[in-house]
């Protein structure tokens, strides 16, 4: 696989996360606790798959920065989605598995209190990891660095694609 389509896997490996972690709450809403467990755990499975290819891609292939020649207010849009998607992803990992786990254990009360700050930070990264790879990729494309001038995507920057 080329290296430079990660940041599409990436981008479509986020979007599958936010679409099953909506799904999951649906799922629990409707009391059916069962296909929610099942659900949930696939969305976890699908972010640590992205996760994987997010480190093989920056490891192999560096980083892209938002194009200076975009408009200011593109520019503070996308810092702004940025950094608040960087600081959330760092909490992701820790509040899905204390989340998780408490599921797997049955602590239904428990599970409920930290699934209400788990989901929407979880749902925010999934979705903002998506808006950073339409800005950096299909709506900002250009970019001053060698790879992009010869046609293939660089890394994201810091964004967690």
Known sequence: MDVHLLPHVNATLNGLAAALLIVGYLLIKSGRREAHK???LASFA?????L?????????????SFPADAP???RYFY??????????AGAVPF??????????????ER?????RWTYPIWLYVSITGVVVYLMLYQLFPSSSSAASRA???????????
């Open 38 to 40: 099942n659900t949930m």
């Open 46 to 50: 699908v972010s640590v798959l992205f």
């Open 52 to 64: 994987i290819c997010y480190l093989i891609y920056h490891a192999l292939a560096g980083s892209k």
């Open 72 to 74: 200011s207010s593109a």
């Open 79 to 88: 810092f702004f989605v940025l950094i608040t998607h960087i600081v959330l």
């Open 95 to 108: 509040l899905a598995i204390w989340t998780i786990v408490l599921g797997l254990r049955e602590r239904w």
């Open 111 to 115: 599970h409920g209190r930290v699934a």
């Open 151 to 161: 046609g293939s995507p660089t890394a994201v920057a810091s964004s967690g694609l």
